[in-house]
């Protein structure tokens, strides 16, 4: 089946610094979706994202389907932003419906 | 739109017991989605209803693990007998069929099994 690797996969920065978490896979996507696991555990969507560039306040994110990645960036981090960075991705040849998750990044924002 | 609902939060139970996890998806959202998260395997997906009908259970660890969704706004994941193993937390997803295909997930419910 599809693999996603998400690096790194933990980061350490202080408030107001700007981030860039990556996210690679092994085949074609249909889907490609970015949520943050909160402290609470809540998954919140970020980004619904299988090629292209979106924006969200200080959140962005680009996928390049042709080369497998994408890519999620903030900007001026928050203490709020603290959590973990989960890609996940779907090819329905492999599996419609079947959201595939990467081990996540653990981003840690200290005041 | 309340989001997806999941009860009960929290539950401890013994080794032996039936736990019943519940879930009420968002309001006309075709697809629902059960997973599991672990520290050891991330998040998988146990099980998925399409239209209140099961359409892949591979996920589905052992035959202690049984889903059932009587109607749209309502499905269980029972446990039965339950392990210390079972420990996880257990989310709930939906997703509607003809809008994105983005899956909006509850806020969990989190298993001690002693």
């Known amino acids: 089946g599809i693999q996603v690797e998400q690096s790194p996969p933990d980061l350490i920065l202080q408030e107001g610094a700007n981030s860039t978490l990556r996210c690679n896979f092994s085949d074609s996507v249909n889907n490609l979706q970015w949520f943050h696991q909160n402290p609470w555990g809540q998954l919140i969507n970020l980004f619904y994202i299988p090629s292209g560039t979106k924006q969200n306040g200080r959140l962005s994110a680009t996928t390049v389907a042709t080369e497998r990645y994408s890519l999620l960036y903030i900007s001026s981090s928050q203490t709020t932003d603290s959590g973990v960075y989960f890609c996940?991705?779907?090819?329905?040849?492999?599996?419609?419906?079947?959201?595939?998750f990467g081990q996540g990044t653990r981003l840690t924002i200290n005041p | 739109d309340a989001g997806v609902i999941q009860s009960p939060r929290h539950e401890v139970t013994e080794m032996g017991q039936e736990v019943t996890l519940r879930c009420k998806p968002i309001?006309?959202?075709?697809?629902l989605f059960w997973y599991r998260q672990t520290m050891m395997r991330g998040l998988e997906l146990l099980i998925y209803f399409n239209n209140n009908v099961p359409i892949d259970d591979s996920g589905m660890p052992e035959d202690r693990f049984s889903a059932k969704m009587p109607n749209a706004s309502f499905s269980t994941l029972k446990i039965q007998p339950s392990e210390p193993r079972d420990s996880a937390v257990y989310f709930c997803a939906s997703r509607h069929n003809r809008v994105q295909n983005e899956q909006y997930f509850g806020p969990g419910t989190r298993l001690t099994v002693t």
């Open positions: 309001s006309g959202h075709d697809y």
């Open positions: 996940a991705v779907e090819n329905y040849l492999q599996g419609a419906q079947k959201l595939v």
